[in-house]
C-alpha cells in the first residue's frame, strides 16, 4: 500500500538531449572535478567525489545540504558503489548503495545506474536507468522522490556543460 500511495517503483528512465558532444558528457560523469560542480539538487555541495571509471572501480560521491536547505542544513547524503560495465565514452552502469548519513541502519537504498550516451548528429542523447535493488525500511518516502532528484542532476548537468562553454560536438 506504502508504494502505491506514494508512486515508488522498481526504477525509471529518464532521457535528456544535451547539445555537446558525447566527449564532454562523458567527462562530467567520469572526472570527479567536473562531476563535482553538477551532481546534487540545488543548495546542495559536493564534499567527497571519486570516480574510477573502469570495472571494479569505485563511484563515491557525499552531497552535503547547504542553508538553504533550511533544517537539513548540514546532513550529508553518500553514494557509494563500484562500476560493472564500462564502455568509454558511450556507458557507464555501476551499482550503488545511497543513505543518510548516520542512518544506515535502516536507512539505505540500493540501486543499479546506468548512463548511456549516443551522438546525435553534433548533440548527446543521454539515457539514465536506474533499478531499484532493496529500500530499507527508514528510506521509503526517500525512494520515492528518487526520479524527482536524478532529474535535478540532469538539469544540471545540461547548465555546467553550457556554462563550461560546450557547443557542438
Known amino acids: ?53 573502469r570495472v571494479g572501480g569505485r563511484i563515491h560521491v557525499v552531497m552535503e545540504a547547504g542553508a538553504g536547505m533550511g533544517k537539513f542544513q548540514g546532513t550529508r547524503w553518500p553514494m557509494e558503489g563500484r562500476f560493472t560495465d564500462v564502455e568509454a565514452p558511450r556507458r557507464l552502469t555501476y551499482q550503488a548503495r545511497s543513505w543518510t548519513e548516520n542512518g544506515q541502519a535502516t536507512g539505505v537504498i540500493e540501486h543499479v545506474d546506468d548512463v548511456s550516451l549516443k551522438q546525435a548528429g553534433g548533440a548527446t542523447r543521454l539515457t539514465l536507468r536506474v533499478r531499484i535493488l532493496r529500500v530499507g525500511p527508514g528510506v521509503k518516502l526517500a525512494s520515492s522522490v528518487m526520479k524527482m532528484g536524478y532529474n535535478a542532476h540532469l538539469d544540471n548537468l545540461a547548465t555546467a556543460l553550457a556554462a563550461d562553454g560546450h557547443t557542438g560536438a
Not at 570527479?32 to 540545488?42: A, D, F, K, S, V
Open 1 to 53: 500500500m506504502f508504494a502505491h500511495m506514494f508512486g515508488w517503483r522498481k526504477g525509471f528512465t529518464l532521457e535528456r538531449r544535451l547539445p555537446v558532444g558525447v566527449d564532454a558528457v562523458w567527462a562530467a560523469w567520469t572526472r570527479p572535478e567536473r562531476l563535482r560542480r553538477w551532481w546534487g539538487p540545488e543548495n546542495t555541495t559536493v564534499t567527497d567525489c571519486e570516480v574510477d571509471p
